[in-house]
DNA sequence: TCTGGGGTCCTAGGACCC
DNA sequence: TCTGGGGTCCTAGGACCC
């Protein structure tokens, strides 16, 4: 038996999916937004229509409405993308049990086949009926057909995972491109960038343009002794990337672990140095991680928080608490972590994390702040303490879990929230009033 | 007018225990 | 007499992905 290996990779995803929703919006460009906040934010994706004019994901809106003018702007529900991406992995679990959920509009899959390789026919059998390629179309014929014509999605299929993933970017929308054995990979690999196969970033292409390997034909010259020297144990990866190899597996959805962290990050539309604004924001997002971790039943131990500083307006010298890049390039800030015993108490991260904040803070203004708990393990009934305030708070929290779970995220929160920085949260339809009732602790 | 938010993996050094 | 080695945990930092 051989393996293929196929990527899925949907087109516009966000975007694709509300013109499907939304009729009204077919055919023309627009833009998903993170929600109703339109400084300081970024496109979450942009139509085929948008991108004509040069919009792409992840760029600020003010620049795709400058590119664009005519642009829509559409709120993000992330609810309805995990909806319609439910449905487009059931369709491929038709296909192979061995279904690998990449991100939320990708997936790869293995499927077997009797054939020795994928040869020039591209008509491996397998083992009941049809080829690969007859497979992929029909894949995308049921995605446009069961979920939605304007939802379409790019396929590659090649001998591993990193040259299905190259081959579905190769042609897009809706392509369907084959790399059918090593000798055609590198081929190929000599006609892209190096940042355009997964697992090179800016970083790792500055550093190799540094060293005078500026394209895989030049990478695949470097000894590996050279690449181990400068890139460690990366060098084994990037010399296997420039030969087209890889063997790393699928990994089906029933065999990967548990998350390993869960956190939130949360960029104000101002800069701040408002110690009382901070703290609010800080345990909102603490109560969210939280919640998440009581919806999942975990507890976390480790806590890390982080913020980056404000932008120093026309700076033309480096911040001087520089730490170390956090992010995109350019931005400085700190974080630190800190461990405590294992909770899924949105009040305890929170305790953690502010102590963490005011160790590395020193009061300068900031635009983001983030925390996400890490060192995850499953609640058991040791955990569970027997205390009688400690159970008495585990009814609370599970009250609380309760009535949000029904009428939306903050519905129920802790008194001291309530005057806080507005997050984005989901529009409660059962609430007719925007405020929230509290729920004093 | 100046860059979102959710994650993953890897390395390295130090503390601590036996 | 003053010191070996293995294992684990913790923390910091770097890089990548969508």
């Known amino acids: 038996m051989n393996k293929v290996i196929l990527h899925i990779d949907f087109n516009s995803y966000f975007a694709s999916v509300e013109q499907q929703a939304n009729p009204r919006l077919r055919g023309k460009p627009i833009g998903v937004t993170g929600g109703?906040?339109?400084?300081?934010?970024?496109?979450?994706?942009?139509?085929?229509?948008?991108?004509?004019?040069?919009?792409?994901?992840?760029?600020?809106?003010?620049?795709?409405?400058?590119?664009?003018?005519?642009?829509i702007l559409v709120a993000g529900d992330s609810d309805k993308y995990m909806e319609t991406t439910k449905r487009f992995l059931n369709i491929l679990k038709d296909y192979s049990p061995y279904l690998e959920v990449f991100s939320i509009d990708e997936?790869?899959?293995?499927?077997?086949?009797?054939?020795?390789?994928?040869?020039?026919?591209?008509?491996?059998?397998?083992?009941?009926?049809?080829?690969?390629?007859?497979?992929?179309?029909?894949?995308?014929?049921?995605?446009?057909?069961?979920?939605?014509e304007y939802i379409t999605c790019s396929i590659g299929i090649s001998y591993n995972k990193l040259m299905a993933k190259l081959a579905g970017s190769l042609k897009k929308p809706d392509g369907l491109v084959v790399?059918?054995?090593q000798q055609t990979a590198i081929k190929i690999l000599d006609t892209i960038e190096l940042d355009e196969i997964c697992g090179i970033g800016p970083r790792i292409k500055n550093r190799l343009n540094n060293l005078g390997i500026f394209n895989f034909t030049q990478l695949r010259q470097v000894p590996l002794e050279s690449l181990l020297a400068s890139f460690k144990s990366y060098g084994q990866t990037l010399y296997n990337m420039a030969r087209g190899i890889d063997h790393s597996p699928v990994i089906p959805f029933y065999e990967k672990g548990q998350v390993k962290s869960i956190g939130h990050r949360h960029t104000i539309d101002h800069d701040t140095c408002d110690q009382e604004e901070?703290?609010?924001?800080?345990?909102?997002?603490?109560?969210m991680v939280g919640r998440r971790l009581r919806a999942k039943k975990l507890l976390g131990k480790t806590v890390h928080c982080w913020y980056r500083q404000a932008l120093h307006p026309r700076c033309s010298f480096t911040p001087t608490s520089e730490v170390g890049v956090i992010g995109h390039v350019g931005f400085s800030g700190d974080g630190m972590q800190t461990t405590i015993l294992?909770?899924?108490?949105?009040?305890?991260?929170?305790?953690?994390?502010?102590?963490?904040?005011l160790q590395i803070w020193n009061k300068e203004k900031i635009r983001m702040i983030g925390l996400?708990?890490?060192?995850?393990?499953?609640?058991?009934p040791q955990n569970l303490s027997l205390l009688p305030e400690t159970s008495k708070r585990d009814t609370m929290l599970r009250v609380l879990d309760e009535i949000n779970d029904k009428y939306g995220e903050f519905t129920l929160q802790r008194g001291v929230l309530l005057t806080s920085a507005k997050i984005k949260r989901k529009p409660n339809p059962f609430l007719r009033s925007e405020g929230s009732q509290a729920l004093l602790i």
Do not use: H
């Not at 004509?52 to 003018?69: R, S």
């Open 179 to 181: 790399i059918p054995d």
């Open 36 to 71: 109703d906040r339109l400084k300081r934010t970024v496109l979450g994706a942009a139509s085929i229509e948008a991108k004509k004019f040069g919009v792409k994901t992840g760029m600020q809106i003010w620049e795709a409405k400058k590119l664009c003018p005519q642009i």
């Open 372 to 380: 996400s708990v890490s060192n995850l393990q499953g609640e058991t």
């Open 107 to 148: 997936a790869f899959m293995e499927i077997e086949t009797t054939r020795k390789s994928l040869d020039s026919s591209y008509l491996t059998l397998l083992p009941k009926e049809g080829c690969i390629v007859t497979i992929a179309q029909e894949i995308k014929q049921r995605i446009k057909g069961e979920i939605g």
């Open 278 to 287: 901070i703290k609010q924001l800080l345990l909102k997002l603490s109560e």
């Open 342 to 357: 294992p909770t899924n108490d949105g009040l305890d991260i929170f305790k953690a994390a502010w102590k963490v904040f």
